[in-house]
């Protein structure tokens, strides 16, 4: 006798009504009450189907209750008990997988010295000092690289190129030089190219605004906050603050360059989590367009790492946030809390991740010197390595990477609800943390489940209050393969 038991299912409420993410699908599903009672029930004890419409076949007629069984099974909120769960399938992408993001490691140098910087803190990866790597990219390397970018892109008509560093603008002359080459290049095999940078805005002089704004680049600004958040890590060499030096700089660029949407990238630590004043002063006083907010990557033991109770305050915050996103969302009004924009668009698509990002598969880093590795934050890393720009990727090195890192070998992540999204988390991230990029990031399991349901909450009541919100997302390429 088959005996009906829970499936693997999140179970949240939303605009006064429950609902259930459901994680082999990643689909969201809104329940009435008869699918509720069936869920609940199964909850507590698994029970035949005879059983269970016997059961509730006073408060709903049986026909109802044979209906939403049926479709319950069907989404596998439920099913039979004694079946053992299947392995999760371990199905790898097509190869070649074309490059959709290159990210441009053109300098591995920076005029600021931000005490927690992955790249040159205590937890590098990369000796950018000391090592093999040239400083600065040249212009032939990035010449080269866009060849590479344009070839490895197959048959995208739309290829990204982000230039990112160290500071990308201490080799201003290069990017210039790269984006003509690039644009030029593209036009005569038929293709595009959309440029986007990041930097620390100390050196957004007139003519490099002019022609960020000209060339309709999109930016995104690493900053931390109003003037003493600011200060406190993120100072020059000489432990001077920036604040004051970047401040009137990026207002220039906000009046400057409307063609596109300017970001700020805010990385959170320890003693800077009054996450609300950091937004508020970032969208108002400054006027950025949104702003997205990281926990800094760190090993434990330092003092700027966010401790377990720093990050129930983070998650707090974000809810409180996320609250405003809703009610401006609600009545289509723009919210600049990027954070929870980009997951309602992963929860509206049925993203089901077999990897936490596009590293590796559809974004690769671009050392200065032209080998080719998982992202931005290896580039330059020897063991992290997959290719290099002249002879391009290694396909055999991408395939052993992939092997290894899928979401099927994480056995901690085989039970999680969160695991379509979070797929084990960033591998900078447990590499920094564990020595090892196929960890899972468990340091951050509540946090991540805390914020996938804060998001799953406001995309029910979006679903419920303006579903026409979430129609935009059918039309937006993966986030994936936007994230830097
Ligand atoms: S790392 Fe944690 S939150 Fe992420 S999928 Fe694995 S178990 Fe879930
Ligand atoms: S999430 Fe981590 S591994 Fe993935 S692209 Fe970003 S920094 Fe690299």
């Known amino acids: 006798m088959m005996v009906l038991g829970s499936g693997e299912y999140h179970r949240f409420e939303a605009a006064g009504r429950p609902f259930v993410y459901l994680v082999p699908s990643a689909a969201v599903f809104a329940l009435d009450d008869a699918a509720d009672a069936v869920l609940r029930a199964l909850a507590q004890r698994g029970r035949t189907r005879d059983e269970l419409v016997g059961e509730l076949s006073d408060l709903f007629p049986r026909s109802e209750l044979d209906e939403t069984i049926s479709e319950l099974e069907r989404v596998r909120a439920i099913g039979d008990v004694h079946v053992p769960d299947k392995p999760l399938p371990k199905f790898f992408p097509l190869m070649p997988f074309p490059l959709t993001t290159m990210v441009l490691n053109v300098t591995n140098q920076c005029n600021l010295s931000c005490t927690y910087c992955y790249e040159y803190s205590e937890d590098k990866i990369v000796d950018t000092e000391n090592g093999k790597k040239p400083k600065f990219m040249t212009e032939e390397t990035a010449r080269e690289s866009v060849e590479f970018m344009l070839k490895e892109s197959g048959a995208n008509r739309m290829a990204h190129l982000t230039f990112f560093g160290g500071e990308t603008l201490m080799n201003f002359p290069v990017l210039q030089k790269t984006v003509a080459y690039a644009r030029e290049r593209a036009a005569e095999l038929g293709k595009e190219v959309d440029f986007s940078l990041t930097t620390n805005a100390t050196l957004l002089r007139p003519d490099v605004i002019e022609f960020l704004a000209e060339n309709r680049i999109g930016v995104t600004i690493s900053i931390d906050g109003p003037k003493e958040m ?48 950091i ?79 596009g590293a590796g598969l559809g974004l690769m880093g671009v050392a200065t010197d032209g080998d080719v590795a998982l992202c931005h934050r290896f580039a330059g890393s020897d063991s992290h390595k997959m290719g290099d720009v002249r002879t391009g990727i290694d396909r055999n090195a991408q395939m052993a990477f992939l092997e290894k890192h899928h979401i099927a070998d994480k056995t901690d992540c085989s039970t999680c609800w969160a695991r379509p999204l979070c797929s084990g988390g960033c591998y900078h991230e447990a590499y920094t943390r564990y020595g090892e990029t196929t960890r899972p990031n468990l340091h951050f399991c509540e946090w991540i489940r805390g914020w996938t349901d804060v998001c799953l909450r406001v995309y029910g009541e979006l679903s419920e209050r303006n579903p026409a919100y979430l129609a935009q997302f059918d039309h937006m390429e993966s986030v994936a393969e936007r994230a830097v």
Not at 260 to 275: K, N
Not at 303 to 331: N, R
Request: charged letters at 25%.
């Open 230 to 277: 600011q200060d406190k890590f993120r100072v020059f060499h000489n432990g001077a603050g920036s604040y004051d030096i970047v401040a009137p700089k990026i207002k220039e660029l906000l009046r400057r360059h409307r063609s596109r949407p300017i970001g700020a990238r805010v990385t959170l630590t320890s003693g800077v989590l009054d996450i609300k004043r």
């Open 279 to 357: 937004f508020r002063h970032l969208t108002e006083d400054i006027g950025f367009w949104e702003v997205g907010f990281a926990p800094v990557t760190t090993s434990p033991g330092r003092d700027y790492a966010i401790s377990t109770g720093g990050m129930d305050t983070v998650l707090a915050q974000f809810s409180e946030l996320a609250d405003e996103f809703l009610e401006a969302a609600v009545a289509n009004r723009h919210h600049g809390f990027s954070n929870v924009k980009d997951t309602l668009e992963e929860i509206h698509k049925g993203v089901s991740k077999a990897y936490p990002c």
